[in-house]
Nanobody, 125 residues
């Protein structure tokens, strides 16, 4: 059974940092592209970051995340991380981990087959 479980969310002041973790199980993680999305209240779920197969693979970021967020993966554990620095109030959202067997990470919600339940990130200004 495929499972993606996010953790690491919480309340942080603007300018602070958080590291989200996605624990994956039930599939061969090293053969899957992994992504992070977020959904703020009243808004559509949007792409944040993605990483291709293996830890040294290409990474992709939304413009809003470039220079502040870093996605990485440790297939031995297997875990996927989203390090978020210089957080802003507009980063407040539920953050979701996603996985797909595609060869190249997508940036659309429909590009991912498996999803976690999400973790809340709240940034106070």
């Amino acid at each position: 059974q495929v499972q993606l479980v996010e953790s690491g969310g919480g309340l942080v002041q603007a300018g602070g940092s958080l590291r989200l973790t996605c624990a994956a199980s039930g599939f061969t993680v090293r053969n899957y592209v992994m992504g992070w999305f977020r959904q703020a209240p009243g808004k559509e779920r949007e792409f944040v970051a993605a990483i291709g197969w293996w830890s040294g693979s290409s990474t992709y970021y939304a413009d809003s995340a470039k220079g502040r967020f870093t996605i990485s993966r440790d297939d031995a554990k297997p875990l996927v991380y989203l390090q978020m620095n210089s957080l802003k109030s507009e980063d407040t959202a539920v953050y979701y981990c996603a996985a797909d067997s595609a060869q190249i990470p997508g940036t659309f919600r429909t590009d991912y087959r498996y999803w976690g339940q999400g973790t809340q990130v709240t940034v106070s200004s």
